[in-house]
């Protein structure tokens, strides 16, 4: 599928477990007040969609392709055959449960005690560790990212986000070109995540 297709939409029934095997997907939730807040994105090797399996039987986000993406996709009952056959995939499924909610419980907690440009360093830290690859210029993102996303993978405003992300760049921290961040110094954005604040 190209970029920009929408896999599902929140609140879609029929729900299927999901695996990308090429490109990346975004996965966001829209409230009731229409504001939207990117909840993480998927790449390679990465399955979503499993929590509506489990749940109500309704997707809670969209899916989006964030590039030219491939992706598996299995009903609930083939699913629950291959985790009957092979007991790993139940085992691999629940690691990725878990990590998902020490995710949430990281993002919950930053959100409460963190200023802004502590919780975008944070961001970019786990996007680095998730999709960086290691390069000459540094650490390179490659998942295309619009400032949007990482504005509300951080929970903060568009114009925020942009203002941070620019002074980095002056600063040498980052470097931007085409959607793609590379990490010019991973340690030095880790120490912002995790400076004390006064």
């Given amino acids: 599928m190209s970029r920009g297709t929408r896999i599902f939409n929140q609140g879609d029934e029929g729900v299927r477990a999901h695996a990308v095997i090429e490109g990346g997907v975004r996965i966001s939730q829209t409230g009731s007040d229409g504001a939207q807040v990117v909840l993480r994105f998927v790449g390679p090797g990465g399955i979503f969609g499993t929590v509506a ?17 491939f992706e598996a996709s299995w009903s609930e009952p083939e699913l629950l055959d291959l985790m009957e056959r092979y007991p790993q995939i139940a085992i691999s499924t629940i690691r990725v449960v878990g990590r998902r909610l020490q995710e949430v419980q990281d993002r919950v907690r930053e959100l409460a005690t963190q200023r802004v440009e502590q919780r975008i360093a944070h961001a970019l830290v786990r996007l680095a560790k998730q999709f960086g690859h290691s390069t000459t210029a540094g650490t390179a993102i490659f998942l295309p990212l619009r400032r949007k996303d990482v504005a ?3 929970g903060t405003t568009l114009h925020t986000a942009s203002r941070i992300l620019t002074g980095w760049e002056r ?10 961040l590379t990490i010019r110094d991973p340690s030095e954005l880790l120490q912002i995540a995790e400076e004390a604040i006064d």
Avoid: M
Avoid at 171 to 180: D, T
């Fill in 53 to 69: 399996l489990f749940t109500d039987g309704r997707y809670p986000a969209d899916a989006t392709a964030l590039s030219d993406t």
């Fill in 152 to 154: 509300d993978i951080s």
């Fill in 171 to 180: 600063a040498g921290l980052l470097v931007s070109q085409r959607r793609r």
